[in-house]
């Protein structure tokens, strides 16, 4: 091998170790709802919450297959507040002026476990949930299910450049047929 092609195998190499490595590196900020809240006030945000609990099967594949897609990362990183919660977590949560909690929570319980109370409130009734608020910490909507990282675009998209605090039904189904996923 000439001297240039040695240069350029090792060009290759040390970029294609920088691209796995930034691959591995680059992941949604997630961040408690308090803290989403909080910074609403320094940069009025969107925020997006996970609501999971431990035992969901369709919650661990939207983590490791949805939320390591670079474009949902890049996406979520750069224009929202990214929340996870687990629905049942034994964790009390300020939120509005008030306190929930989960009173029934139970140490050592494998699989499921009581739901928390801030869940109840934010409308999940099934998992995973992504409850989207729009700046102000109000409810857009909670939608549940698995989604792959076009189906996530769609609803991601939607709430940045469609959402202004009221849509018409009307408006959503347009968006809705007309939506071309470029995430893959």
């Not at 925020?47 to 890049?74: E, L």
């Not at 949930?129 to 675009?153: C, H, N, R, W």
């Amino acid at each position: 091998m000439t001297h240039a092609g040695k240069a350029f195998a090792t060009l290759l190499f040390i970029f294609s170790f920088v691209q796995i490595n930034f691959a591995q590196v680059a992941k949604v900020n997630w961040m408690s709802l308090e803290e989403a809240v909080a910074a609403q006030q320094d940069e009025p945000r969107k925020i997006m919450m996970d609501v999971y609990t431990q035992w969901c099967g369709p919650c661990k594949m939207m983590m490791s297959r949805t939320f390591t897609n670079p474009q949902v990362i890049d996406y979520i990183n750069a224009n929202y507040y990214a929340v996870k919660f687990d629905a049942e977590s034994p964790n009390p949560v300020e939120f509005k002026g008030k306190t929930f909690e989960n009173p029934g929570w139970k140490q050592n319980v494998r699989g499921r476990n009581s739901t928390h109370e801030l869940s109840r409130a934010l409308g999940v009734n099934a998992y995973p949930t992504l409850v989207y608020m729009d700046e102000q910490s109000e409810i857009i909507a909670p939608i549940s299910g698995y989604k792959t990282p076009p189906q996530l675009e769609m609803y991601l998209k939607f709430f940045v450049e469609k959402y202004n605090g009221d849509v018409a039904q009307e408006e959503w189904e347009a968006f809705r047929d007309g939506f071309q996923p470029t995430f893959n």
